[in-house]
């Protein structure tokens, strides 16, 4: 077996900046905020209704619109009328948990999405997990600027298979 490595420059995805310009400041960007919001502040799942409420001068049939489109983009992933799961948030129990610096806990999809939860919440996490390989119990204090400590782990990247989905391999 070749085991296959690559430079960062190989592995860019070139439609990456304007994929993030328009999470950030698309159509659904402000339904993206509320859930990513809920998620941080209560956990999930989080309910269509939750959002709506959260935007209460939106008729709820377009924040359900937003809802779908979101997660037709892949950005969220819908089960009926809850979010199960806006990356880098999990609503059930993942293998990389997330303890954010009010002490709550929260699931993150992927060792990936959680350690960029301190930069996306500029404010320190420690990140719990366990070696894929030998099951040694990992935990890893992360600030907005990255790790607090070098260790010697490292951070698997696959890329999906065609029709999956990020999180859940659906």
């Keep these: 077996m070749t085991l296959d490595i690559k430079t960062a420059d190989e592995l860019i995805d070139s439609t990456l900046a304007d994929r993030w310009t328009e999470r950030r400041h698309g159509p659904q960007a402000a339904v993206l905020r509320c859930v990513l919001?809920?998620?941080?502040?209560?956990?999930?799942?989080?309910?269509?209704?939750?959002?709506?409420?959260?935007?209460?001068?939106w008729p709820a049939a377009t924040?359900?619109?937003?809802?779908?489109a979101l997660d037709q983009k892949d950005l969220i992933v819908l089960a009926g009328d809850t979010v199960?799961?806006?990356?880098?948030?999990?609503?059930?129990?993942?293998?990389?948990?997330?303890?954010?610096?009010?002490?709550?806990?929260?699931?993150?999809?992927?060792a990936t999405d959680a350690l960029g939860v301190a930069a996306m919440l500029r404010d320190?996490?420690?990140?719990?997990?366990?070696?894929?390989?030998?099951?040694?119990?990992?935990?890893?204090?992360?600030?907005?600027?990255?790790?607090?400590?070098?260790?010697?782990?490292?951070?698997w990247i696959g890329k999906r298979g065609s029709g999956e989905r990020a999180c859940t391999g659906l």
Excluded: K, W
């Design 37 to 57: 919001r809920a998620f941080v502040e209560r956990g999930g799942p989080v309910s269509a209704n939750t959002v709506a409420a959260a935007l209460p001068d």
């Design 63 to 68: 924040v359900r619109s937003h809802l779908n």
């Design 84 to 110: 199960q799961f806006a990356y880098p948030f999990s609503a059930n129990p993942t293998p990389f948990a997330v303890t954010l610096s009010n002490g709550q806990q929260r699931f993150a999809c992927c």
């Design 124 to 155: 320190p996490i420690r990140i719990s997990s366990r070696c894929h390989q030998t099951g040694e119990q990992l935990e890893l204090d992360v600030a907005p600027t990255g790790p607090l400590a070098v260790f010697d782990v490292m951070v």
